[in-house]
């Protein structure tokens, strides 16, 4: 089944030509079934991208997923045309007496600053505490991972001597964990990051489990005890040039950006990089669409929150 979206979200053409399967919102009102209702809470500067990118992942499943775009109304977006943001993001204040089977929030390149300072730190606590009630499992990504476990459960970052960027290799932890459920010992994922969260505080903190980690990048993946909170640390829904274009960005920026990490052939930024780490990524949200979302959450909306059914 398909990923439903608006017939003229530019993410339509790019994933069609991908031989995704897409459906007009207009075709999925025809057919006699419940969607899932996602949201997903686009805090990236490349907005667009960024939206092609989950959309592919999400895609990928057997499910038919009604997607909302949402955007923090409290930051003016510089990077994205107002008249896309009109046409097809809403506002938290539009949303707010909704319900959604899951929630996707993202990074944000703004991990350098306190939580509190970011403009729209407040809006997205209550984004993040209306969750608790209105959304059955949301899924965290990268900056907004590192805001999740800070807001839900306390644990802070912690700026790293040098940015992490690169392709690293993680091992899983709890290799019968339900989000985990056809992975690899050992598989390979991107980050982009000035900051960690460390194993040791999510081991320290009840209701936390640690999934997966990386030597060289740390902490991957944890989640609450519930699966109802998944905090994913990395980009697993970057494209192939993703790591590339940010590399050019900072060089021209004249930031002392060191190449990206396993990622170009022979560290040479005039080949082309290969792509890994596509089959983990597909692999982590469908098995969260499925595991965490589509088995547990109530078929009446209304029903949230409810106590979620244990694992067997």
């Given at each position: 089944?398909?990923?439903?979206?608006p017939?003229?979200?530019?993410?339509?053409?790019?994933?069609?030509?991908?031989?995704?399967?897409?459906?007009?919102?207009?075709?999925?009102?025809?057919?006699?079934?419940?969607?899932?209702?996602?949201?997903?809470?686009?805090?990236?500067?490349?907005?667009?991208?960024?939206?092609?990118q989950?959309?592919?992942?999400?895609?990928?499943?057997?499910?038919?997923?009604?997607?909302?775009?949402?955007?923090?109304?409290?930051?003016?977006?510089?990077?994205?045309?107002?008249?896309?943001?009109?046409?097809?993001?809403?506002?938290?204040d539009?949303?707010?007496?909704?319900k959604?089977?899951?929630?996707?929030?993202?990074?944000?390149?703004?991990?350098?600053?306190?939580?509190?300072?970011?403009?729209?730190?407040?809006?997205?606590?209550?984004?993040?505490?209306?969750s608790?009630?209105?959304?059955?499992?949301?899924?965290?990504?990268?900056?907004?991972?590192?805001?999740?476990?800070?807001?839900?459960?306390?644990?802070?970052?912690?700026?790293?001597?040098?940015?992490?960027?690169?392709?690293f290799?993680?091992?899983?932890?709890?290799?019968?964990?339900?989000?985990l459920?056809?992975?690899?010992?050992?598989?390979?994922?991107?980050?982009?990051?000035?900051?960690?969260?460390r194993?040791?505080?999510?081991?320290?903190?009840?209701?936390?489990?640690?999934?997966?980690?990386?030597?060289?990048?740390?902490?991957?993946?944890?989640?609450?005890?519930?699966?109802?909170?998944?905090?994913?640390?990395?980009?697993?829904?970057?494209?192939?040039?993703?790591?590339?274009?940010e590399?050019?960005?900072?060089?021209?920026?004249?930031?002392?950006?060191?190449?990206?990490?396993?990622?170009?052939?022979?560290?040479?930024?005039?080949?082309p990089?290969?792509?890994?780490?596509?089959?983990?990524?597909?692999?982590?949200?469908?098995?969260?669409?499925?595991?965490?979302?589509?088995?547990r959450t109530?078929?009446d909306?209304?029903?949230?929150?409810?106590?979620?059914?244990?694992?067997?």
């Open positions: 089944m398909p990923v439903t979206i017939r003229a979200l530019p993410a339509r053409r790019t994933l069609e030509s991908e031989n995704v399967f897409v459906m007009s919102d207009t075709r999925a009102g025809h057919q006699d079934v419940r969607p899932l209702r996602i949201a997903i809470v686009n805090l990236m500067p490349t907005k667009v991208d960024t939206e092609t989950l959309l592919r992942l999400l895609g990928n499943n057997p499910l038919q997923l009604e997607i909302t775009l949402l955007r923090m109304g409290s930051h003016e977006s510089r990077n994205t045309a107002p008249e896309h943001l009109a046409a097809f993001y809403a506002t938290f539009q949303v707010r007496g909704d959604f089977d899951g929630l996707v929030v993202t990074g944000a390149p703004v991990e350098l600053f306190p939580f509190e300072d970011v403009d729209y730190w407040p809006e997205l606590c209550e984004v993040m505490d209306w608790a009630d209105h959304v059955f499992s949301t899924l965290h990504v990268c900056w907004g991972a590192q805001a999740g476990l800070y807001r839900h459960f306390g644990v802070k970052k912690h700026a790293l001597p040098e940015k992490m960027f690169g392709v290799q993680h091992r899983v932890l709890d290799p019968h964990s339900r989000i459920s056809g992975f690899d010992e050992v598989f390979p994922a991107p980050h982009s990051r000035y900051t960690e969260v194993a040791d505080d999510i081991l320290a903190t009840r209701g936390l489990t640690l999934l997966a980690e990386s030597d060289e990048a740390g902490v991957y993946l944890a989640a609450s005890n519930d699966g109802r909170q998944l905090f994913v640390t990395g980009h697993p829904e970057y494209d192939r040039h993703t790591l590339r274009n590399y050019v960005r900072d060089v021209g920026r004249g930031l002392d950006t060191a190449l990206p990490r396993n990622y170009f052939p022979d560290d040479d930024p005039t080949r990089p290969m792509m890994t780490w596509r089959s983990h990524a597909f692999l982590l949200y469908a098995n969260w669409l499925n595991h965490c979302v589509y088995q109530p078929f909306l209304q029903a949230i929150p409810q106590e979620p059914p244990q694992e067997e």
